[in-house]
């Protein structure tokens, strides 16, 4: 519990679990380990898709680059129910020292992010707070009504289905580490690398890949299951989706796609890119007579699309092969992603 970042599964079990509040039959999905929202009954055949999340203030980022993150990376756990967020509230604990003229600046970007989305912003809290000094100025929920029906969850995955990866590795990782040490990085990388990483930054949302393999107007069916990839990587998405299935999996270490800027910028921070937060990649698990039409319809908008393994029998366990050899997939329960940015400030890296 004292490690930086998400609460871990042993956490959750230990502190949150059967402590939920009343039962209630209309709550179709409730909290669980590798489920990125809730899903509750409504009359008339609809469903109500709730997600919550904190909102991001980082001044070594920026004040529109910190809203980006804010609305993004909730929408994008959305986006796994295959609809994208139609309502948001946001409760803002804001530091004192943040201007009117900043705080203004900051909500443009957001009511401007909400809008090209289409969220409605119903309502929340705003005050400052002496002695916040967080990067994460509160948090915000989102709101989605759809048809029961459709509305998909990470617990979907079937035997058999095609894992699918949308992107690549670390994206927001070495995207936010690239901006927020430009002078080092610019120096051991070079400018190249710095100017990937910023023009990273804004594919860490994950909404369109969800929604062109989900189906907007008409859905489908053969997508079981999506997850986020946040903290814990492409490889702890890929394990959450699959436990949440109550599935196993084999996955195919050469086949995870791994960008030129990630792998540079992840070494010169000593970080493996595939474990670490990926915001804008998306985790798909689909019907596997459908994975090449999938595959092609993101194609066909630019967006990368990998093959990278197969849903199991949960017997068969979590497996990673690698140059042949198969072994079970280690599940990281910290991402390493934290201690690189603290230790990076500490060291006085600009």
């Avoid at 048809?147 to 990866?165: F, P």
């Avoid at 068969?316 to 198969?326: D, H, L, P």
Wanted: charged residues 20%; proline residues 3%; negative net charge.
């Amino acid at each position: 519990m004292a490690d930086i970042g998400k609460i871990n599964h042993e956490g959750y079990q230990k502190l949150l679990s059967g402590k939920l509040g009343a039962s209630r039959k209309e709550v179709k999905q409730g909290p669980a380990f590798g489920v990125d929202v809730s899903i509750t009954s409504l009359p008339g055949g609809l469903a109500m898709a709730a997600t919550s999340d904190p909102l991001s203030l980082i001044p070594s980022l920026g004040l529109q680059e910190s809203a980006w993150l804010s609305v993004h990376l909730m929408a994008n756990d959305m986006a796994t129910t295959g609809f994208a967020p139609q309502y948001a509230q946001f409760v803002l604990n804001l530091p004192e020292t943040l201007s009117n003229a900043d705080f203004s600046t900051y909500w443009a970007h957001i009511d401007r992010y909400c809008k090209e989305i289409g969220i409605a912003i119903t309502g929340g809290h705003t005050g400052f707070v002496k002695g916040q000094n967080s990067t994460f100025a509160g948090g915000g929920t989102l709101i989605t009504i759809a048809k029961e029906s459709e509305m998909i969850c990470s617990t979907g995955a079937k035997e058999g289905d095609v894992i699918l990866v949308t992107k690549t590795c670390a994206l927001t990782a070495t995207a936010i580490l690239g901006m927020s040490f430009p002078e080092t990085v610019k120096q051991k990388l070079g400018k190249d690398i710095y100017l990937s990483a910023c023009e990273q930054f804004y594919q860490t949302s994950s909404l369109s890949d969800a929604l062109l393999a989900a189906g907007v107007d008409e859905k489908f069916t053969e997508i079981h299951a999506m997850h986020d990839v946040t903290e814990g990587g492409v490889l702890g998405a890929i394990y959450e989706m699959l436990v949440a299935s109550d599935k196993g999996g084999m996955i195919h270490d050469d086949l995870i796609p791994i960008g030129n800027t990630a792998t540079a910028i992840s070494a010169l921070f000593g970080l493996d890119p595939r474990y670490c937060v990926g915001a804008g990649s998306m985790i798909i698990a689909c019907d596997q007579r459908k994975s090449a039409e999938v595959i092609k319809r993101l194609d066909e908008e630019d967006i990368l699309c990998t093959e990278v393994g197969r849903v199991t029998e949960s017997i068969s366990g979590i497996q990673i092969q690698k140059s042949g050899t198969s072994s079970p997939l280690v599940y990281q329960e910290t991402d390493p992603y934290w201690a690189a940015y603290f230790n990076s400030l500490k060291a006085g890296w600009k």
